[in-house]
Every structure is written in structure tokens, then in C-alpha cells.
């Protein structure tokens, strides 16, 4: 993929995509990573992208990083059709009274892909729902494509994503 990662300092800015970084590219900055995606690499008619498809995308991935070590995302398995080929090996399936769960554990190689993929191809958008678990408790949940999300006060970095993203969230 034509995507870097680096660490990057701490900054003042809000954590957002930009849609048209300075050579091109799309890019997204937190306080943890900065990912900066070759505009090659988009498709070729990019939709134009809302404030608030950029505030679900930035918290997706700023989300992905900060959930603690051993956390586990939950997607429901009415999602795409096509995640299993997706994200192969990283996903387990947990079956249970008659019901499936996929499971992917938050490495920091699915950590990654997972935001590589939510920032060239919104992969955040094709989980009907999905809730990042860790030490026995429901950190973040997101219903229905990220229409209604919640965010528990025990979330790592917490105020700072109240904060930042007060405008999409339910706390």
C-alpha cells in the first residue's frame, strides 16, 4: 500500500482527515500516530466527504490506537458480506446461542490494517455495529454504521475525546 506510518508529536490540532494534505494525499494526525495515505492510492472519484464522515473516520482510527493492550473489536456479523475475506486470519468467529460474533484482536499489525483500511476505503462504515472490549467491559459501541455511538469514561484518553469529538458522540 502507498501508506506511511509515524509517530508524531503531540499537537494542538484537532484530530482530523484532511481531505487534501499538502502533496496530495489525504492524511490523519493524533496525538499516537499520523498516517499519511498517497492520493494514488484513493479511488478515482472520491466522494467528497462531510464534517461529520471525517469526525467518524478520525475517532474510528484514533480509537484503534488508543484502545488499551488486549482489547478486542466486536463486529456484528450483519456487516459486510466481504470482512471475513477482509481481515482473514485477524478475525476469529465466536458462535454462541445460535449467534456469531467476529473478533479481532488489537494487535498492533490489525491495528494498522484496520486503519489503513478505515482511511483509504471507510472500512468503519461496512460494521452495522461493532464495540471495542477490554478488562471485562464495553469501552466503545457503535450502532448501526456509526449513527449512534457511546463512549465509556473509562476509554483511554477519554476527555480529550469528549473533547474533539463532543459533536458525534454520546457520553
Same mark, same amino acid.
Given at each position: 500500500?502507498?501508506?506511511?506510518?509515524?509517530?508524531?508529536?503531540?499537537?494542538?490540532?484537532?484530530?482530523?482527515?484532511?481531505?487534501?494534505?499538502?502533496?496530495?494525499?489525504?492524511?490523519?494526525?493524533?496525538?499516537?500516530?499520523?498516517?499519511?495515505?498517497?492520493?494514488?492510492?484513493?479511488?478515482?472519484?472520491? !466522494?467528497?466527504?462531510?464534517?461529520?464522515?471525517?469526525?467518524?473516520?478520525?475517532?474510528? %482510527?484514533?480509537?484503534?490506537?488508543?484502545?488499551?493492550?488486549?482489547?478486542?473489536?466486536?463486529?456484528?456479523?450483519? *456487516?459486510?458480506?466481504?470482512?471475513?475475506?477482509?481481515?482473514?486470519?485477524?478475525?476469529?468467529?465466536?458462535?454462541?446461542?445460535?449467534?456469531?460474533?467476529?473478533?479481532?484482536?488489537?494487535?498492533?499489525?490489525?491495528? !494498522?490494517?484496520?486503519?489503513?483500511?478505515?482511511?483509504?476505503?471507510?472500512?468503519?462504515? !461496512?460494521?452495522?455495529?461493532? %464495540?471495542?472490549?477490554?478488562?471485562?467491559?464495553?469501552? &466503545? !459501541?457503535?450502532?448501526?454504521?456509526?449513527? *449512534?455511538?457511546?463512549?465509556?469514561?473509562? &476509554?483511554?484518553?477519554?476527555?480529550?475525546?469528549?473533547?474533539?469529538?463532543?459533536?458525534?458522540?454520546?457520553?
Amino acid at each position: 500500500m502507498g501508506a506511511k506510518v509515524a509517530e508524531s508529536q503531540e499537537t494542538a490540532a484537532h484530530p482530523l482527515i484532511q481531505p487534501n494534505g499538502p502533496n496530495g494525499e489525504r492524511s490523519f494526525t493524533s496525538n499516537r500516530l499520523a498516517f499519511v495515505f498517497d492520493s494514488s492510492m484513493l479511488p478515482d472519484s472520491p !466522494t467528497e466527504q462531510t464534517e461529520e464522515e471525517r469526525l467518524h473516520q478520525a475517532l474510528f %482510527v484514533d480509537l484503534l490506537h488508543l484502545a488499551p493492550e488486549g482489547a478486542e473489536l466486536f463486529i456484528t456479523n450483519d *456487516s459486510w458480506d466481504e470482512l471475513p475475506a477482509l481481515l482473514g486470519t485477524r478475525m476469529r468467529v465466536v458462535r454462541e446461542n445460535n449467534y456469531e460474533d467476529w473478533i479481532v484482536a488489537l494487535t498492533p499489525e490489525s491495528r !494498522t490494517f484496520l486503519g489503513q483500511e478505515a482511511l483509504h476505503n471507510d472500512l468503519h462504515l !461496512t460494521f452495522v455495529h461493532f %464495540v471495542i472490549h477490554a478488562n471485562q467491559r464495553d469501552l &466503545f !459501541t457503535s450502532y448501526d454504521r456509526m449513527v *449512534s455511538i457511546q463512549l465509556d469514561p473509562h &476509554f483511554p484518553d477519554y476527555e480529550r475525546l469528549v473533547e474533539d469529538y463532543a459533536s458525534i458522540l454520546m457520553v
